[in-house]
């Protein structure tokens, strides 16, 4: 095209738009000119968007695509703010007029829909067809956890899903069957019956680890709680699944394990090493640890090692890690390499959140004077003089207050995004449906801080507040409870305590409190976690005694949704134990 052309076809119609009345548009640079038809042509596309997003978002018509969130560049979309402020992007994008409501935003180039009002969230945790997100998992377990792109195409190739019989017309290998595998182990040990004895494991470790404390019955100080939970609780933790071997000959695995997990947020973002190689250096240092474990336990495991419990073992730890060296190693692609990557993610999932909301429930209660004395009154009530290894988990969870404080911390600071998809069939979701193929996500950091639904005592404990008894339901007390009144399910019934006692439940608010996610995909060491949180309560409260200096606890704003954010300055205390 000539320059005569460009004119004919650019220069000449600008010249009757009302927005530059006294510019001459000849005389602007042939780019400008360009730039302002570019320009006008967003911006009129724009509006339109903005006027149709609000027509969809008004209609009453049900089974709609939710409406598409308005962005000024097409292809790109919602990308920038996505990734850059994430939290405020995605509270924008997931609310009309003051309520959680549903969208469809578009990041570079991909469709996401975004469901947070309560009707549809109910639903899309019911859904049958919903499966794991296998791209995702794939983006995760390549970017997060460094695993090689041969056993990716492994992953890739699964299109079995998650369930025993795999799904119509897949005809992948039973070996290669990674999605099930995966799902299948992490059932067997968290939920089933190894969930007892990894507790058990937990409890025992724990008390060894604080019985060997430097701190005496006079006042030690320490510089940082979360460092303190880091290194004693995380390294139990970690203990109970992976065994004592793994920490043994690693003695840098835990502080590399928290290293990494600082890192997340530069992984996410998908930062380069060149620019920041910190988190690729730590992410290599604790993937050939863990190769150098592996190599150690298969030179000393035999089956007669296994503990009393049928699941531990000195050497490999559980019977979900014997079950994954087995699995894995059968699959397609998959060496020690792939397999380490896998385990960085399980070392990562064990402890990462677990170990913060346990320290922040430890920390809530002695910061209350009045809390920790209910908490010991109540302990004592519940099992007097019983040794703490003595008491039964199953029981201590039943604890009214204590199960409070653990989902209010959750709650409180518990900030997930979880993605879902449905590789198979259209989800009909009420107002909304979701089509085959779409992957949505759904954000806990905004039920969680929704001021139209939890009960605050008219005001008295906002919901960005901590309030020990959010969770507990008295009932001669029609106010208490952790839904206000207005909104509160009448289909539910109501949570009732034996003999007038004051209950806990968290039954019908999976659309508003999802720490661990929901349906199919729901975090399967949830079970685990409240024993962790509400064992260690008790041991804490009853060996020792800890004072929080005076600070403000503020938290950093950092993990794009990928859980428990930590504390911007340290949290400096003094310990001691009980006499
Ligand atoms: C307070 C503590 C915890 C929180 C808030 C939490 C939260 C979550 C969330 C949100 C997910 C993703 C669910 C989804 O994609 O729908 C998840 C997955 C997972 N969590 Fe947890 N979790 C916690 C503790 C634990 C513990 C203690 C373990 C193991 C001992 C664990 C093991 C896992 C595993 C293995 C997955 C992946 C499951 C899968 O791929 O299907 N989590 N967790």
Redesign the pocket.
């Known amino acids: 095209m000539n320059s005569l052309d460009w004119k004919a076809l650019v220069t000449l119609p600008l010249k009757k738009v009302a927005v530059l009345p006294y510019a001459q548009v000849e005389d602007l640079p042939k780019f400008s000119v360009i730039g302002v038809i570019i320009a006008l042509a967003l911006a009129f596309n724009y509006g339109l968007q903005v006027i149709i997003y609000h027509q969809q978002n008004l209609s009453l018509k049900e089974q709609q695509l939710p409406p598409k969130y308005p962005t000024l560049i097409p292809w790109l979309g919602s990308a920038l703010p996505f990734l850059l402020d994430n939290a405020n992007f995605l509270r924008t994008a997931s609310s009309y007029a003051g309520e959680l409501a549903s969208s469809r935003i578009t990041v570079a180039g991909k469709e996401l829909y975004l469901f947070q009002d309560r009707d549809t969230v109910r639903r899309l945790w019911k859904a049958q067809s919903l499966s794991?997100p296998i791209p995702f998992?794939v983006h995760v377990l390549k970017h997060f956890f460094g695993m090689h792109n041969r056993a990716l195409t492994t992953y890739r190739a699964d299109n079995s899903g998650?369930s025993p019989t795999p799904n119509n017309n897949s005809n992948v290998l039973e070996k290669n069957r990674l999605d099930y595998l995966?799902?299948e182990g992490?059932k067997r040990?968290?939920t089933g019956p190894a969930l007892a004895p990894?507790a058990r494991r937990y409890m025992k470790d724990l008390a060894r680890r604080c019985e060997d404390l430097n701190v005496s019955d006079d006042w030690t100080d320490m510089p940082d709680l979360v460092q303190f939970f880091r290194t004693v609780h995380g390294a139990a933790?970690l203990q109970?699944?992976f065994g004592p071997s793994l920490l043994k000959i690693n003695p840098d695995f835990m502080d590399d394990a928290w290293k990494f997990d600082d890192s997340i947020p530069w992984l996410a973002r998908l930062v380069p090493s060149f620019v920041n190689p910190e988190p690729y250096r730590t992410r290599e240092r604790l993937r050939n640890q863990l190769k150098r474990w592996y190599k150690y336990a298969r030179e000393n495991f035999s089956d007669d090692c296994i503990y009393e419990d049928g699941d531990g073992d000195p050497y490999w730890g559980s019977e979900l890690i014997r079950y994954q060296q087995k699995k894995y190693l059968q699959a397609d692609n998959f060496d020690d390499d792939a397999l380490a990557s896998a385990d960085l993610?399980?070392v990562w999932?064990?402890?990462?959140?677990?170990i913060?909301?346990?320290m922040l429930s430890v920390y809530h209660v002695f910061k209350d004077p009045a809390l920790l004395k209910r908490v010991r009154e109540g302990l004592e009530a519940d099992f007097g003089q019983t040794t703490l290894l003595d008491i039964d988990p199953a029981e201590l969870i039943k604890s009214t207050l204590l199960s409070s404080i653990q989902a209010e911390v959750?709650r409180l600071y518990?900030n997930?995004c979880?993605?879902?998809s449905s590789p198979h069939a259209d989800v009909s979701l009420g107002r909304w449906w979701m089509p085959k193929g779409g992957t949505a996500l759904v954000s806990?950091g905004m039920t969680h801080m929704d001021n139209n639904y939890w009960n605050t005592r008219d005001g008295l404990y906002p919901v960005r507040s901590f309030w020990a008894d959010r969770f507990v339901t008295y009932s001669h007390d029609q106010s208490s409870g952790p839904v206000q009144l207005a909104v509160r399910d009448k289909r539910q019934s109501e949570p009732r305590g034996k003999d007038g006692k004051p209950s806990f439940s968290v039954q019908g608010l999976e659309a508003s409190w999802?720490?661990?996610?929901?349906?199919?995909?729901?975090?399967?060491?949830?079970f685990?976690?409240k024993r962790?949180?509400l064992f260690t309560i008790a041991l804490m409260t009853r060996e020792f005694d800890i004072e929080i200096r005076p600070h403000t606890l503020e938290m950093g704003s950092w993990k794009f949704g990928m859980?428990?954010e930590k504390p911007k300055k340290p949290i400096a205390f003094r310990i001691r134990r009980r006499k």
């Open positions: 794991s998992y998650a995966t799902h992490f040990a968290f990894t933790l109970a699944v993610a399980l999932g064990t402890v990462g959140n677990a913060p909301t346990t959750l518990v997930v979880v993605m879902v806990s999802m720490p661990y996610g929901g349906g199919n995909a729901i975090c399967p060491g949830r685990l976690a962790v949180t859980g428990v």
